[in-house]
Protein backbone atom coordinates (compact mmCIF):
# COMPACT_ATOMS: atom_id res chain seq x y z
CA UNK A 1 0.00 0.00 0.00
CA UNK A 2 2.87 2.09 0.65
CA UNK A 3 4.95 1.61 -1.80
CA UNK A 4 1.43 2.55 -4.27
CA UNK A 5 1.15 5.80 -2.30
CA UNK A 6 4.95 6.91 -3.19
CA UNK A 7 4.61 5.35 -6.85
CA UNK A 8 1.26 7.41 -7.35
CA UNK A 9 3.06 10.35 -5.27
CA UNK A 10 6.31 10.53 -8.01
CA UNK A 11 3.48 10.10 -10.71
CA UNK A 12 1.79 13.32 -9.53
CA UNK A 13 4.82 15.18 -8.45
CA UNK A 14 5.90 14.18 -12.44
CA UNK A 15 2.61 15.55 -13.50
CA UNK A 16 2.72 18.84 -11.28
CA UNK A 17 6.13 19.81 -13.42
CA UNK A 18 4.03 20.46 -15.85
CA UNK A 19 2.01 22.74 -13.99
CA UNK A 20 5.36 24.01 -12.23
CA UNK A 21 5.95 26.40 -15.39
CA UNK A 22 2.61 28.48 -14.23
CA UNK A 23 4.27 29.01 -10.29
CA UNK A 24 6.29 31.70 -9.33
CA UNK A 25 9.29 30.58 -7.72
CA UNK A 26 8.80 29.48 -3.91
CA UNK A 27 9.70 31.33 -1.42
CA UNK A 28 11.25 30.23 1.54
CA UNK A 29 11.05 31.71 5.00
CA UNK A 30 12.79 31.95 8.15
CA UNK A 31 12.27 28.89 9.84
CA UNK A 32 13.54 29.69 13.55
CA UNK A 33 12.44 32.96 13.50
CA UNK A 34 8.67 32.47 12.38
CA UNK A 35 8.60 29.09 13.04
CA UNK A 36 6.02 26.43 11.04
CA UNK A 37 3.23 27.51 9.27
CA UNK A 38 -0.26 26.63 10.55
CA UNK A 39 -2.83 27.99 9.30
CA UNK A 40 -4.09 31.34 7.16
CA UNK A 41 -7.03 34.12 7.16
CA UNK A 42 -7.77 36.35 4.38
CA UNK A 43 -7.31 39.85 5.91
CA UNK A 44 -8.41 41.67 2.03
CA UNK A 45 -8.18 40.95 -1.08
CA UNK A 46 -4.36 41.49 -1.15
CA UNK A 47 -3.42 40.97 2.29
CA UNK A 48 -3.53 37.39 4.13
CA UNK A 49 -2.24 36.62 7.83
CA UNK A 50 -0.19 33.66 8.09
CA UNK A 51 -0.17 31.75 11.51
CA UNK A 52 3.20 30.29 12.41
CA UNK A 53 4.38 28.59 15.66
CA UNK A 54 6.08 31.77 16.42
CA UNK A 55 4.80 34.93 14.60
CA UNK A 56 2.09 35.80 12.26
CA UNK A 57 2.93 37.04 8.85
CA UNK A 58 0.95 39.95 7.05
CA UNK A 59 1.82 39.06 3.32
CA UNK A 60 0.46 40.51 0.13
CA UNK A 61 -0.51 38.65 -2.91
CA UNK A 62 3.32 38.78 -4.49
CA UNK A 63 3.98 36.77 -0.87
CA UNK A 64 6.28 39.55 0.11
CA UNK A 65 6.13 39.87 4.20
CA UNK A 66 4.59 43.42 5.10
CA UNK A 67 4.55 43.05 8.75
CA UNK A 68 5.25 40.30 11.38
CA UNK A 69 3.91 40.05 14.82
CA UNK A 70 4.68 38.03 18.23
CA UNK A 71 2.51 35.55 19.87
CA UNK A 72 2.08 35.59 23.37
CA UNK A 73 2.09 32.15 24.65
CA UNK A 74 3.84 29.47 26.51
CA UNK A 75 5.91 26.57 25.42
CA UNK A 76 3.09 24.67 26.05
CA UNK A 77 0.43 26.07 24.40
CA UNK A 78 -0.44 25.68 20.73
CA UNK A 79 -1.47 28.60 18.36
CA UNK A 80 -3.51 26.65 15.80
CA UNK A 81 -6.56 28.85 15.06
CA UNK A 82 -6.48 32.22 12.79
CA UNK A 83 -10.24 34.23 12.11
CA UNK A 84 -10.73 37.55 11.19
CA UNK A 85 -13.55 39.41 12.85
CA UNK A 86 -13.79 42.67 10.96
CA UNK A 87 -12.05 44.48 8.59
CA UNK A 88 -9.30 45.41 11.36
CA UNK A 89 -9.33 43.19 13.39
CA UNK A 90 -8.12 39.28 13.42
CA UNK A 91 -8.28 36.83 16.34
CA UNK A 92 -5.44 33.92 16.87
CA UNK A 93 -7.20 31.11 19.43
CA UNK A 94 -4.73 29.07 21.63
CA UNK A 95 -4.58 26.27 23.49
CA UNK A 96 -3.23 23.48 26.01
CA UNK A 97 -3.82 20.05 25.75
CA UNK A 98 -7.50 19.77 27.40
CA UNK A 99 -7.27 23.16 29.10
CA UNK A 100 -8.85 26.48 28.40
CA UNK A 101 -8.90 28.00 24.94
CA UNK A 102 -7.87 31.73 25.06
CA UNK A 103 -7.94 34.08 22.05
CA UNK A 104 -5.35 37.01 20.91
CA UNK A 105 -6.64 40.54 19.38
CA UNK A 106 -4.67 41.78 16.56
CA UNK A 107 -5.80 45.24 15.42
CA UNK A 108 -4.42 47.16 11.95
CA UNK A 109 -2.25 50.22 12.27
CA UNK A 110 -2.32 50.63 9.04
CA UNK A 111 -2.72 48.66 5.54
CA UNK A 112 0.73 46.69 6.56
CA UNK A 113 1.16 46.62 10.24
CA UNK A 114 -1.11 45.41 13.41
CA UNK A 115 -0.85 45.24 16.81
CA UNK A 116 -1.69 43.17 19.48
CA UNK A 117 -4.81 44.92 21.11
CA UNK A 118 -6.36 44.25 25.15
CA UNK A 119 -4.91 41.14 26.70
CA UNK A 120 -4.91 37.52 25.79
CA UNK A 121 -8.44 36.51 27.33
CA UNK A 122 -9.70 33.17 28.23
CA UNK A 123 -13.14 31.69 27.15
CA UNK A 124 -15.36 31.68 30.62
CA UNK A 125 -16.07 28.59 32.25
CA UNK A 126 -14.76 26.84 29.55
CA UNK A 127 -11.53 24.19 30.54
CA UNK A 128 -11.66 21.49 28.19
CA UNK A 129 -10.13 20.50 24.65
CA UNK A 130 -11.82 21.87 21.84
CA UNK A 131 -11.42 20.95 18.42
CA UNK A 132 -11.34 24.81 17.17
CA UNK A 133 -12.25 27.82 18.20
CA UNK A 134 -13.75 30.38 15.54
CA UNK A 135 -16.51 33.43 15.50
CA UNK A 136 -18.26 35.87 13.02
CA UNK A 137 -19.22 39.21 13.45
CA UNK A 138 -19.35 39.52 17.36
CA UNK A 139 -20.11 35.73 17.86
CA UNK A 140 -17.70 33.56 19.16
CA UNK A 141 -17.99 29.56 18.89
CA UNK A 142 -15.88 26.97 20.62
CA UNK A 143 -16.18 23.64 19.01
CA UNK A 144 -16.12 20.26 20.56
CA UNK A 145 -17.37 17.12 19.44
CA UNK A 146 -20.50 17.02 21.61
CA UNK A 147 -21.11 20.65 21.48
CA UNK A 148 -20.53 24.18 19.94
CA UNK A 149 -21.10 26.73 22.30
CA UNK A 150 -21.87 30.63 21.00
CA UNK A 151 -20.24 33.11 23.18
CA UNK A 152 -20.13 36.74 22.74
CA UNK A 153 -17.16 39.45 21.75
CA UNK A 154 -17.63 42.64 23.64
CA UNK A 155 -14.90 45.40 22.31
CA UNK A 156 -14.61 48.97 23.77
CA UNK A 157 -12.32 51.24 21.94
CA UNK A 158 -9.22 50.13 24.45
CA UNK A 159 -9.94 46.75 25.69
CA UNK A 160 -12.22 43.44 24.61
CA UNK A 161 -13.56 40.82 26.58
CA UNK A 162 -15.65 37.48 25.70
CA UNK A 163 -19.26 36.41 27.84
CA UNK A 164 -20.74 33.25 27.93
CA UNK A 165 -24.41 32.98 26.54
CA UNK A 166 -27.43 30.92 26.64
CA UNK A 167 -26.66 29.10 23.52
CA UNK A 168 -25.10 25.60 23.51
CA UNK A 169 -25.59 23.39 20.36
CA UNK A 170 -25.69 20.14 21.81
CA UNK A 171 -27.52 16.76 21.76
CA UNK A 172 -30.61 18.40 23.65
CA UNK A 173 -30.92 21.02 21.60
CA UNK A 174 -30.93 18.86 18.38
CA UNK A 175 -33.42 16.83 19.88
CA UNK A 176 -31.24 13.95 19.72
CA UNK A 177 -31.09 10.58 21.98
CA UNK A 178 -27.76 9.23 21.39
CA UNK A 179 -24.55 11.19 21.78
CA UNK A 180 -23.18 13.75 18.68
CA UNK A 181 -20.00 13.28 17.65
CA UNK A 182 -19.45 16.99 15.52
CA UNK A 183 -16.49 17.36 13.45
CA UNK A 184 -16.37 21.21 12.17
CA UNK A 185 -18.94 23.81 11.18
CA UNK A 186 -19.40 26.28 8.62
CA UNK A 187 -21.58 29.79 7.76
CA UNK A 188 -23.04 31.69 5.29
CA UNK A 189 -24.83 34.58 5.04
CA UNK A 190 -28.50 35.27 3.57
CA UNK A 191 -31.24 37.71 4.04
CA UNK A 192 -34.57 36.77 4.92
CA UNK A 193 -37.42 39.02 5.07
CA UNK A 194 -35.10 41.87 5.24
CA UNK A 195 -32.92 40.54 8.25
CA UNK A 196 -29.61 39.64 7.55
CA UNK A 197 -29.44 35.76 9.15
CA UNK A 198 -26.98 33.44 8.91
CA UNK A 199 -27.10 29.38 7.82
CA UNK A 200 -24.79 27.41 10.39
CA UNK A 201 -23.72 23.71 9.10
CA UNK A 202 -22.96 22.06 12.28
CA UNK A 203 -21.08 18.87 10.47
CA UNK A 204 -21.83 15.85 12.81
CA UNK A 205 -18.96 12.37 11.92
CA UNK A 206 -21.60 9.62 10.60
CA UNK A 207 -25.24 11.75 10.38
CA UNK A 208 -24.09 14.40 8.06
CA UNK A 209 -24.74 17.98 9.24
CA UNK A 210 -27.31 19.72 11.50
CA UNK A 211 -28.49 23.21 10.07
CA UNK A 212 -29.20 26.28 12.16
CA UNK A 213 -31.03 29.45 11.17
CA UNK A 214 -29.31 32.44 12.92
CA UNK A 215 -30.65 36.00 12.73
CA UNK A 216 -28.02 38.85 13.57
CA UNK A 217 -29.12 41.27 16.26
CA UNK A 218 -26.48 44.04 17.14
CA UNK A 219 -23.78 42.15 15.46
CA UNK A 220 -24.89 39.03 17.51
CA UNK A 221 -26.06 35.83 16.02
CA UNK A 222 -29.03 34.43 17.88
CA UNK A 223 -30.12 31.08 16.99
CA UNK A 224 -34.02 29.97 16.36
CA UNK A 225 -34.62 27.21 14.29
CA UNK A 226 -33.00 24.07 13.41
CA UNK A 227 -33.30 20.36 11.49
CA UNK A 228 -31.13 17.53 10.32
CA UNK A 229 -29.11 16.72 7.07
CA UNK A 230 -29.64 12.92 7.30
CA UNK A 231 -26.58 12.01 4.85
CA UNK A 232 -26.66 8.46 6.87
CA UNK A 233 -30.35 7.87 5.54
CA UNK A 234 -29.70 9.22 2.33
CA UNK A 235 -26.52 7.28 1.49
CA UNK A 236 -26.71 3.29 1.45
CA UNK A 237 -22.91 2.97 2.38
CA UNK A 238 -21.11 3.88 5.23
CA UNK A 239 -20.09 7.69 5.03
CA UNK A 240 -17.72 9.68 7.59
CA UNK A 241 -18.08 13.31 7.35
CA UNK A 242 -15.53 15.48 8.26
CA UNK A 243 -15.78 19.36 7.37
CA UNK A 244 -18.24 21.28 4.93
CA UNK A 245 -18.43 24.56 2.71
CA UNK A 246 -21.65 26.26 1.78
CA UNK A 247 -21.67 27.12 -1.88
CA UNK A 248 -25.02 29.42 -1.60
CA UNK A 249 -27.68 29.29 0.97
CA UNK A 250 -31.17 31.02 0.79
CA UNK A 251 -33.69 30.49 4.14
CA UNK A 252 -34.85 27.15 2.40
CA UNK A 253 -31.95 25.72 -0.04
CA UNK A 254 -28.64 25.51 0.74
CA UNK A 255 -25.66 23.88 -1.61
CA UNK A 256 -23.02 22.24 0.28
CA UNK A 257 -19.57 20.86 -0.42
CA UNK A 258 -19.03 17.87 2.12
CA UNK A 259 -15.84 16.71 3.00
CA UNK A 260 -15.32 12.65 4.27
CA UNK A 261 -12.90 10.95 5.67
CA UNK A 262 -11.74 8.89 3.31
CA UNK A 263 -13.57 4.91 3.18
CA UNK A 264 -13.50 4.78 -0.56
CA UNK A 265 -16.55 6.94 -1.07
CA UNK A 266 -15.82 10.71 -2.36
CA UNK A 267 -16.29 13.95 -1.12
CA UNK A 268 -19.20 15.06 -2.45
CA UNK A 269 -21.47 18.38 -2.97
CA UNK A 270 -25.64 17.93 -2.37
CA UNK A 271 -28.59 20.19 -2.45
CA UNK A 272 -30.54 20.67 1.24
CA UNK A 273 -34.21 21.85 0.86
CA UNK A 274 -35.33 22.33 4.37
CA UNK A 275 -38.77 21.76 3.95
CA UNK A 276 -39.55 22.13 8.32
CA UNK A 277 -37.29 21.52 10.81
CA UNK A 278 -38.47 17.91 10.95
CA UNK A 279 -38.05 17.47 7.27
CA UNK A 280 -34.78 18.16 4.90
CA UNK A 281 -34.34 16.66 1.81
CA UNK A 282 -31.07 15.90 0.12
CA UNK A 283 -30.26 15.31 -3.66
CA UNK A 284 -27.09 14.39 -4.29
CA UNK A 285 -25.53 16.28 -7.80
CA UNK A 286 -22.06 16.03 -7.48
CA UNK A 287 -18.67 13.95 -6.52
CA UNK A 288 -15.20 14.62 -6.07
CA UNK A 289 -12.78 12.12 -7.32
CA UNK A 290 -9.57 11.93 -5.71
CA UNK A 291 -6.13 9.88 -5.55
CA UNK A 292 -7.24 7.69 -2.59
CA UNK A 293 -5.63 10.18 -0.06
CA UNK A 294 -8.53 11.65 2.80
CA UNK A 295 -9.04 15.23 2.56
CA UNK A 296 -7.62 17.32 4.71
CA UNK A 297 -8.63 20.39 6.91
CA UNK A 298 -11.59 22.34 5.12
CA UNK A 299 -12.97 22.49 1.88
CA UNK A 300 -12.64 26.13 0.55
CA UNK A 301 -14.19 27.97 -2.97
CA UNK A 302 -13.84 30.51 -4.62
CA UNK A 303 -16.59 31.59 -6.62
CA UNK A 304 -17.48 28.21 -8.90
CA UNK A 305 -14.19 26.29 -8.01
CA UNK A 306 -13.92 24.05 -5.48
CA UNK A 307 -10.66 23.25 -3.61
CA UNK A 308 -10.01 19.93 -1.47
CA UNK A 309 -6.89 19.34 0.40
CA UNK A 310 -5.81 15.77 0.51
CA UNK A 311 -3.05 14.34 2.94
CA UNK A 312 -1.60 10.76 3.15
CA UNK A 313 -0.06 9.45 6.38
CA UNK A 314 3.29 10.43 5.39
CA UNK A 315 1.57 14.21 5.58
CA UNK A 316 2.61 14.48 1.49
CA UNK A 317 -0.26 16.43 0.35
CA UNK A 318 -2.11 17.52 -2.72
CA UNK A 319 -4.17 20.63 -3.33
CA UNK A 320 -7.15 19.53 -6.04
CA UNK A 321 -8.75 22.35 -7.66
CA UNK A 322 -12.32 21.48 -9.33
CA UNK A 323 -14.10 23.07 -12.00
CA UNK A 324 -17.85 22.37 -11.41
CA UNK A 325 -21.11 24.23 -12.41
CA UNK A 326 -22.51 23.92 -8.86
CA UNK A 327 -25.83 25.55 -9.05
CA UNK A 328 -27.25 28.63 -7.08
CA UNK A 329 -29.33 27.25 -4.21
CA UNK A 330 -32.35 28.50 -5.48
CA UNK A 331 -32.17 27.21 -8.84
CA UNK A 332 -34.84 24.75 -10.14
CA UNK A 333 -33.07 21.84 -11.87
CA UNK A 334 -33.32 17.81 -11.96
CA UNK A 335 -30.88 15.82 -10.11
CA UNK A 336 -29.91 12.69 -11.33
CA UNK A 337 -29.99 9.65 -9.59
CA UNK A 338 -25.93 8.68 -10.17
CA UNK A 339 -24.02 11.75 -9.68
CA UNK A 340 -21.67 12.48 -11.99
CA UNK A 341 -17.84 12.27 -10.68
CA UNK A 342 -15.75 15.49 -11.48
CA UNK A 343 -11.37 15.13 -11.45
CA UNK A 344 -9.72 17.92 -9.98
CA UNK A 345 -8.40 20.38 -13.09
CA UNK A 346 -5.52 21.84 -11.16
CA UNK A 347 -3.36 20.09 -8.56
CA UNK A 348 -0.15 21.07 -6.26
CA UNK A 349 1.80 18.70 -4.32
CA UNK A 350 3.69 19.27 -1.10
CA UNK A 351 6.23 17.21 0.36
CA UNK A 352 5.47 15.75 4.09
CA UNK A 353 4.67 19.08 6.09
CA UNK A 354 2.49 19.09 9.51
CA UNK A 355 0.27 21.44 8.03
CA UNK A 356 -1.08 23.25 5.19
CA UNK A 357 -1.44 26.59 4.12
CA UNK A 358 -3.74 26.73 1.06
CA UNK A 359 -5.91 29.71 -0.58
CA UNK A 360 -7.29 30.99 -3.71
CA UNK A 361 -6.07 34.68 -4.56
CA UNK A 362 -7.59 37.15 -7.64
CA UNK A 363 -7.07 36.45 -10.63
CA UNK A 364 -7.60 32.51 -10.58
CA UNK A 365 -4.34 32.08 -8.59
CA UNK A 366 -3.78 30.16 -6.15
CA UNK A 367 -0.92 30.07 -2.73
CA UNK A 368 -0.17 27.00 -0.94
CA UNK A 369 2.47 25.78 0.86
CA UNK A 370 5.64 23.17 0.67
CA UNK A 371 7.89 21.51 3.44
CA UNK A 372 6.33 23.65 6.24
CA UNK A 373 7.66 27.17 5.43
CA UNK A 374 7.64 27.88 1.75
CA UNK A 375 4.99 29.53 0.07
CA UNK A 376 4.64 29.53 -3.83
CA UNK A 377 1.79 31.14 -6.06
CA UNK A 378 0.69 29.61 -9.00
CA UNK A 379 -1.99 30.27 -11.95
CA UNK A 380 -5.18 27.84 -12.06
CA UNK A 381 -3.85 27.13 -15.50
CA UNK A 382 -5.84 24.47 -16.90
CA UNK A 383 -8.87 26.09 -15.73
CA UNK A 384 -8.02 28.97 -17.45
CA UNK A 385 -7.87 26.79 -20.56
CA UNK A 386 -11.31 25.46 -20.03
CA UNK A 387 -12.85 28.45 -19.66
CA UNK A 388 -11.10 29.96 -22.73
C1 LIG B 1 -12.18 42.22 -3.72
O1 LIG B 1 -12.37 41.23 -4.72
C2 LIG B 1 -13.72 40.97 -5.02
C3 LIG B 1 -13.77 39.82 -6.01
O2 LIG B 1 -12.86 39.97 -7.04
C4 LIG B 1 -14.37 42.26 -5.55
O3 LIG B 1 -15.73 42.02 -5.81
C5 LIG B 1 -14.23 43.36 -4.50
O4 LIG B 1 -14.73 44.57 -5.01
C6 LIG B 1 -12.79 43.55 -4.12
N1 LIG B 1 -12.70 44.47 -3.00
C7 LIG B 1 -11.82 45.46 -2.97
C8 LIG B 1 -11.85 46.31 -1.75
O5 LIG B 1 -11.01 45.66 -3.86
C1 LIG C 1 2.56 51.53 9.22
O1 LIG C 1 2.87 51.49 10.60
C2 LIG C 1 4.20 51.03 10.90
C3 LIG C 1 4.33 50.86 12.41
O2 LIG C 1 3.91 52.03 13.08
C4 LIG C 1 5.22 51.97 10.29
O3 LIG C 1 6.53 51.48 10.57
C5 LIG C 1 4.99 52.05 8.81
O4 LIG C 1 5.88 52.98 8.22
C6 LIG C 1 3.55 52.44 8.50
N1 LIG C 1 3.32 52.34 7.08
C7 LIG C 1 2.67 53.28 6.40
C8 LIG C 1 2.51 53.04 4.92
O5 LIG C 1 2.22 54.26 6.95
C1 LIG D 1 -8.15 23.03 34.08
O1 LIG D 1 -8.25 21.69 34.50
C2 LIG D 1 -6.99 21.13 34.89
C3 LIG D 1 -7.23 19.68 35.29
O2 LIG D 1 -7.96 19.02 34.32
C4 LIG D 1 -6.40 21.92 36.04
O3 LIG D 1 -5.12 21.39 36.38
C5 LIG D 1 -6.27 23.37 35.66
O4 LIG D 1 -5.83 24.14 36.75
C6 LIG D 1 -7.60 23.93 35.16
N1 LIG D 1 -7.39 25.29 34.65
C7 LIG D 1 -8.21 26.29 34.96
C8 LIG D 1 -7.86 27.61 34.35
O5 LIG D 1 -9.17 26.18 35.68
C1 LIG E 1 -15.91 10.94 16.37
O1 LIG E 1 -15.27 11.68 15.34
C2 LIG E 1 -13.88 11.48 15.25
C3 LIG E 1 -13.38 12.40 14.14
O2 LIG E 1 -13.50 13.75 14.54
C4 LIG E 1 -13.57 10.03 14.96
O3 LIG E 1 -12.17 9.84 14.90
C5 LIG E 1 -14.16 9.17 16.06
O4 LIG E 1 -13.97 7.81 15.74
C6 LIG E 1 -15.65 9.45 16.20
N1 LIG E 1 -16.17 8.72 17.34
C7 LIG E 1 -17.24 7.95 17.28
C8 LIG E 1 -17.65 7.31 18.56
O5 LIG E 1 -17.83 7.76 16.24
C1 LIG F 1 -38.33 28.85 -0.61
O1 LIG F 1 -39.04 29.94 -0.08
C2 LIG F 1 -39.53 30.83 -1.06
C3 LIG F 1 -40.16 32.02 -0.37
O2 LIG F 1 -40.70 31.67 0.87
C4 LIG F 1 -40.52 30.08 -1.95
O3 LIG F 1 -40.98 30.94 -2.97
C5 LIG F 1 -39.82 28.89 -2.59
O4 LIG F 1 -40.74 28.11 -3.34
C6 LIG F 1 -39.20 28.02 -1.54
N1 LIG F 1 -38.38 27.00 -2.21
C7 LIG F 1 -38.46 25.73 -1.90
C8 LIG F 1 -37.58 24.82 -2.68
O5 LIG F 1 -39.18 25.30 -1.01
C1 LIG G 1 -27.45 15.06 -15.17
O1 LIG G 1 -26.94 14.37 -16.28
C2 LIG G 1 -26.86 15.13 -17.48
C3 LIG G 1 -26.42 14.23 -18.61
O2 LIG G 1 -25.32 13.45 -18.22
C4 LIG G 1 -25.92 16.32 -17.27
O3 LIG G 1 -25.88 17.11 -18.43
C5 LIG G 1 -26.41 17.15 -16.09
O4 LIG G 1 -25.47 18.17 -15.81
C6 LIG G 1 -26.58 16.26 -14.84
N1 LIG G 1 -27.15 17.04 -13.77
C7 LIG G 1 -26.66 17.05 -12.54
C8 LIG G 1 -27.39 17.91 -11.57
O5 LIG G 1 -25.69 16.38 -12.22
Redesign the pocket.
Known amino acids: MKIFYILSFIVTLCKAQINMAFCDDYIEYDVNYFGKFISNAKLSNNTDAILAEKRVLIIDDNLNVLSSLPIPKTQTHNCEWIFKQSSDTFFVGCQKNGESPYLIAYKNINQTHYQQFGDIVYFPNLNETVIKVTGILNTLFTIQSKKVTLFTLVISVADWSIKTTQNVLDKNYFARTAEINITDITLAPYISDNLQQYKLIVVEYSLGAFWVDTVVKNNILSPFRNGLIDLKKYFASTRYYSSAVIHST????SQIVFTLFYNGNYDLSIKA?Y?STSTTNVMDNYLFSSNGWSSWNKPILFGNLQGILRRNTLKQSIFNVYNIQIPVA?AQYESNLTATVYDPVDTFTSPPQDFAIYYFNTGYRVVHSIENNKLQSCDLYNYKLQME
Do not use: F, G, P, Q
Open positions: TYNVVVN
